[in-house]
């Protein structure tokens, strides 16, 4: 919950208040920046009518807890759905066969964007199939994976934060199968 002094809103792309969400997160405080030193772009962008705009997506629950979804840079639009890739992780890392797994939307003439998910098999006789049928099961069908890329290792940077990016740039290009 928003701590004494701490305004908190969900709000939509064009800055428009969501309720409970989910939308991106906008907090103002005395305590929040006043803005990036001589960056003009990145204050517009950031600082909204007196918000920041944080580029965390969350949602409420009756009792006014913030719930942090997702990056809004990691969210994937997929047929006009927006789909968080952290909860598809996080269906998929359930899977026992799963050592690390990153999920990221890939550019699809139809949709817009199609779900990928990158997989570290924890267990080499671990199949895309399996997986893919594993989703099935846990999460709604417009979010499941339409492909799934099985890697040994996910690129990290020096904090361990999976860089997306660079799995983008290389999946983007790459056939299925």
């Known amino acids: ?12 792309d064009e800055g428009v208040d969501v309720g409970d969400g989910p939308g991106e997160v906008a907090v103002r405080a005395a305590q929040v920046m006043a803005g990036y030193l001589d960056d003009e772009a990145a204050n ?16 409420l629950d009756a009792d006014g ?25 996080d269906a998929l890392r359930a899977h026992p066969g799963v050592a690390d797994v990153a999920v990221i939307g890939l550019p699809d003439d139809r949709w817009g964007e199609i779900v990928c998910a990158v997989v570290v098999p924890a267990d080499p006789a671990l199949t895309k199939d399996e997986l893919l049928e ?23 940077t020096a904090s361990g934060k999976v860089t997306k990016p660079q799995l983008r740039d290389r999946f983007s290009c790459a056939t299925d199968g």
């Open 1 to 12: 919950r928003p701590g004494p002094g701490v305004a908190l809103r969900l709000v939509d």
């Open 44 to 59: 517009a962008a950031t600082i909204v009518d007196g918000w920041m705009r944080t580029g965390d997506v969350g949602r």
């Open 65 to 89: 807890y913030l719930y942090l979804i997702d990056r809004k840079k990691d969210i994937i639009i997929s047929g006009g759905e927006n789909i968080a890739s952290r909860e598809v992780e």
């Open 134 to 156: 594993f989703g099935r099961q846990r999460i709604g069908g417009y979010k499941k994976p339409r492909r799934v890329e099985l890697v040994e290792s996910l690129p990290r």
